[in-house]
Nanobody
Framework: QVQLVESGGGLVQAGGSLTLSCAASERISSIKTMGWYRQAPGQQRELVAVIASGGSTNYADSVKGRFTISRDNAKNTVYLQMNSLKPEDTAVYYC??????????????WGQGTQVTVSS
């Protein structure tokens, strides 16, 4: 079973910064993309940022210029540096991985979620 272990969430004041990290278990043999989604209360889960194995990135318009996604392929870890945080960034942030374990097809994997709360 592939596990994604997230860390780094918490409470921060508006204008502050947080860094999220997500490490995939060693069972994963091939990763296509890693990324972050978020879900605020009463709203649908939305893409925040994604990074492909080659390093290309994609961001939601609402976070462009403030958030930076990066990954360490050797550690199967993805990071989300969040700067200039706003109260509207408050949500549960979920790590996502698209990849495969040996002998299996690609599939989506999700972390357990980490709460980010930005106070005004």
């Amino acid at each position: 079973q592939v596990q994604l272990v997230e860390s780094g969430g918490g409470l921060v004041q508006a204008g502050g910064s947080l860094t999220l990290s997500c490490a995939a278990s060693e069972r994963i043999s091939s990763i296509k993309t890693m990324g972050w989604y978020r879900q605020a209360p009463g709203q649908q889960r939305e893409l925040v940022a994604v990074i492909a194995s080659g390093g290309s990135t994609n961001y939601a318009d609402s976070v462009k210029g403030r958030f930076t996604i990066s990954r360490d392929n050797a550690k199967n870890t993805v990071y989300l540096q969040m700067n200039s945080l706003k109260p509207e960034d408050t949500a549960v942030y979920y790590c996502n991985l698209v990849g495969r374990v040996a002998g299996m097809k690609d599939r989506f994997y999700w972390g357990q979620g980490t709460q980010v709360t930005v106070s005004s």
